[in-house]
């Protein structure tokens, strides 16, 4: 089994940064790849960031390439993301996520096959 508990969310300006944590406890070393999941009012989840635990690999959605960065220390088990240049569509609340089993950054953002989930964290962008 594996926990994961995110860091409190906020509310910004459109063009504001946040940053959001994720901490693990667990089972960490069936782990292959924590990501970042977002889900809208009246939309269905997404998933935003992915970094592969056991190297240095990160991937991303096209709508946040260049504003998002997802990083991990392994040391404190947390995952990080560094969102700049928020913008009111990026608001929702956000979702850590792990897996065991990973592949390309499309295959792994897809919310089936996702092991375990945070219970989330609310993000506001005003604009």
């Known amino acids: 089994q594996l926990q994961l508990v995110e860091s409190e969310g906020g509310s910004v300006q459109a063009g504001g940064s946040l940053r959001l944590s994720c901490v693990a406890s667990?089972?960490?070393?069936?782990?292959?790849?924590m990501m970042w999941f977002r889900q809208a009012a009246e939309k269905e989840r997404e998933g935003v960031a992915l970094?592969?635990?056991?190297?240095?690999?990160?991937g991303y959605a096209d709508s946040v390439k260049g504003r998002f960065t997802i990083s991990h220390d392994i040391a404190a088990n947390t995952v990080f993301l560094q969102m700049n240049g928020l913008k009111p569509e990026d608001s929702g609340m956000y979702y850590c996520a792990a897996r065991r089993v990973c592949g390309s950054t499309s295959y792994t953002l897809r919310t089936s096959g996702v092991d375990y989930w945070g219970k989330g964290t609310l993000v506001t962008v005003s604009s």
């Open positions: 970094h592969y635990t056991h190297y240095n690999g990160s």
């Open positions: 667990g089972d960490i070393k069936s782990i292959y790849c």
